[in-house]
């Protein structure tokens, strides 16, 4: 099993549609997750830090369910611009051990 | 405010050439990373540092060589470019490993490097 695995992609979603993705961990111990962005040929960038009982942020919500090792991020109302690659990040223990997922494309269309 | 610089943005080299990736960063963080993505896949840790003086190996650190003579540098150096290093490698930086906003990962713009 893979240490961080994300939901396969792409998903092509209609502007304004509700969307979701899940990332899940096999590391028990790991104790930080983040979604970040990243826009062809572009750096990832920060998108929420998800921890405890998760996050909201505008239309993104972020969720962490520890008993089931996964995460998962809701984007409510897509728009065109959210049309990007997101990137799960697990980190577990030291500076090493921070691992991306594969990524899960979206790409919202009109 | 700067963050983080990475140079080039492209390069594209012979089998068996060498050269250095340059990073800096001006936010003064601890941590800096260096990754490789190949297409479709997500980013692999070659090397990293902990602060100045201090390198270790990440999960593909083969053909590289690293340094951190100081806090806002952190150049990559391959030295036998081989095919198989064909990618994109981003520079990163975080202030810290804990839990936080210091975990935050900010990337440079990326290098394009292709072994031909």
């Known amino acids: 099993r893979k240490e961080v695995e994300q939901d396969p992609g792409p998903f092509n979603v209609p502007e304004g549609a509700t969307v979701a993705f899940n990332c899940t961990y096999s590391?028990?111990?790991?104790?930080?997750f983040f979604w970040y962005r990243q826009d062809c040929r572009k750096e990832p960038k920060l998108l929420m830090s998800?921890?405890?009982s998760g996050n909201e942020d505008g239309r993104f919500t972020a969720q962490l369910n520890r008993a089931s090792q996964y995460i998962s991020l809701l984007i409510r109302d897509s728009k065109l611009s959210d049309s990007a690659t997101y990137l799960c990040v697990v980190i577990t223990g030291t500076a090493s051990k921070l691992t991306f997922g594969t990524g899960t494309r979206l790409q919202v269309t009109l | 405010n700067a963050g983080v610089t990475q140079t080039p943005k492209f390069r594209i080299l012979k089998i068996g050439q060498s050269m250095t990736l340059q990073c800096t960063q001006d936010?003064?963080?601890?941590?800096m990373y260096w990754y490789r993505q190949d297409p479709g896949m997500g980013l692999k840790l070659i090397y990293y540092s902990v602060g100045a003086g201090i390198t270790d190996k990440g999960e593909v650190p083969n053909g590289y060589n690293v340094s951190r003579s100081t806090t806002e540098d952190f150049p990559l150096r391959l030295e036998l470019a081989a095919p198989s290093q064909t990618s994109v490698y981003f520079c990163?930086?975080?202030?810290?490993?804990?839990?936080?906003?210091?975990?935050?990962?900010?990337f440079g713009s990326g290098t394009q490097l292709s072994v031909l």
């Open positions: 998800v921890y405890s």
């Open positions: 936010m003064n963080h601890n941590y």
């Open positions: 590391n028990s111990a790991s104790q930080s």
């Open positions: 990163a930086s975080s202030y810290s490993i804990g839990p936080g906003d210091n975990e935050k990962l900010f």
